[in-house]
């Protein structure tokens, strides 16, 4: 058995694609998925569950679907891989909440940005580690392999590695 994080793409943003976490939690618990956690209502799952990754999602992707009638897609993480993506945070001078990491299945490309001014970018491995210095709620870039994968904050991934530790 492995500790897992799920990472849930567009959930809870902007009144779309409504999960709620509780209701999330009841429905993982009724599967072989065990311990399961979640971490804010951003879609961020914690749990430990089969070694293979495949058997995972299939899990996950029947049982919100059976709860919420549809499935964002789903972005998998061992606990361990939480803990390197930290370890390969280029930015650690920066605060927690002005780095944020794309999650994607499979290489990470930074593509052609657009609107890029203080902004810095830099692909790594399946992530993509953006500083914004001044707030991203500031910025205009437009990052292209934000759209194929889900972004979460420094603060974010370490609770969530830290999480998964306990568990596994």
Same mark, same amino acid.
């Given at each position: 058995?492995?500790?897992?994080?799920?990472?849930?793409?567009?959930?809870? @943003?902007?009144?779309?694609?409504?999960?709620? #976490?509780?209701?999330?939690?009841? &429905?993982?618990?009724?599967?072989?998925?065990?311990?399961?956690?979640?971490?804010?209502?951003?879609?961020?799952?914690?749990?430990?569950?089969?070694?293979?990754? &495949?058997?995972?999602?299939?899990?996950?992707?029947?049982?919100?679907?059976?709860?919420?009638?549809?499935?964002?897609? *789903?972005?998998?993480?061992?606990?361990?891989? #939480?803990?390197? @993506?930290?370890?390969?945070?280029?930015?650690?001078?920066?605060?927690?909440?002005?780095? *944020? @990491?794309?999650?994607?299945?499979?290489?990470?490309?930074?593509?052609?940005?657009?609107?890029?001014?203080?902004?810095?970018?830099?692909?790594? &491995?399946?992530?993509?580690?953006?500083?914004?210095?001044?707030?991203?709620?500031?910025?205009?870039?437009?990052?292209?392999?934000?759209?194929?994968?889900?972004?979460?904050?420094?603060?974010?991934?370490?609770?969530?590695?830290? #999480?998964?530790?306990?568990?596994?």
């Amino acid at each position: 058995m492995t500790a897992w994080v799920a990472l849930l793409r567009a959930v809870n @943003v902007g009144g779309t694609g409504k999960i709620e #976490m509780a209701r999330l939690r009841e &429905a993982l618990g009724k599967t072989a998925l065990e311990q399961v956690r979640t971490y804010i209502a951003s879609g961020n799952v914690v749990f430990v569950g089969p070694d293979d990754e &495949a058997e995972v999602r299939q899990v996950l992707t029947e049982a919100i679907n059976g709860e919420f009638g549809g499935c964002p897609e *789903i972005i998998l993480r061992t606990g361990k891989d #939480m803990a390197r @993506v930290l370890a390969r945070n280029p930015f650690t001078d920066a605060a927690g909440n002005q780095v *944020i @990491v794309v999650f994607v299945d499979g290489p990470a490309e930074v593509g052609d940005l657009r609107h890029q001014t203080v902004e810095q970018v830099v692909a790594d &491995a399946s992530e993509v580690f953006i500083h914004y210095p001044s707030g991203q709620g500031q910025s205009k870039l437009v990052v292209p392999a934000a759209k194929q994968g889900t972004g979460r904050n420094i603060n974010t991934v370490t609770k969530l590695a830290e #999480m998964a530790a306990e568990i596994g």
